[in-house]
Nanobody, 126 residues
Framework: QVQLVESGGGLVQAGGSLRLSCTAS????????MGWFRQFPGKEREFVAA????????SYADSVKGRFTMSRDNAKNMVYLQMNSLKSEDTAVYYC???????????????????WGQGTQVTVSS
């Protein structure tokens, strides 16, 4: 069983920055692919970013590429999402997710992620 807890959401002005954190339980955290997704009101969750087990490769949605950076600290069982140059359209609930299946490559599909946090609200005011 893996438990994920997000933190760091809040209200920020457009152009500002926030850093989301996700704390994970589980003895084999360092073997998981970790991802961030977001959900707009009335919409399906969408992929934001993901990082390989060793941080050696990452994947980003086109909408956040160049503005968001994902990282991980396996010694602390934590992943982060640094969000810069925030826009009003980034307003959403952000979810941390864990893909515990051993696979080649990073999946952007929700169905690949088997554990999810409760989400943290990010609101960007224009």
């Amino acid at each position: 069983q893996v438990q994920l807890v997000e933190s760091g959401g809040g209200l920020v002005q457009a152009g500002g920055s926030l850093r989301l954190s996700c704390t994970a339980s589980g003895r084999t955290f360092s073997s998981y692919i970790m991802g961030w997704f977001r959900q707009f009101p009335g919409k399906e969750r969408e992929f934001v970013a993901a990082i390989a087990w060793n941080g050696g490769s990452m994947s980003y949605a086109d909408s956040v590429k160049g503005r968001f950076t994902m990282s991980r600290d396996n010694a602390k069982n934590m992943v982060y999402l640094q969000m810069n140059s925030l826009k009003s359209e980034d307003t959403a609930v952000y979810y941390c997710a864990a893909d515990t299946t051993t696979r080649i490559g990073i999946s952007r599909a929700q169905r690949s992620y088997d554990y999810w946090g409760q989400g943290t609200q990010v609101t960007v005011s224009s």
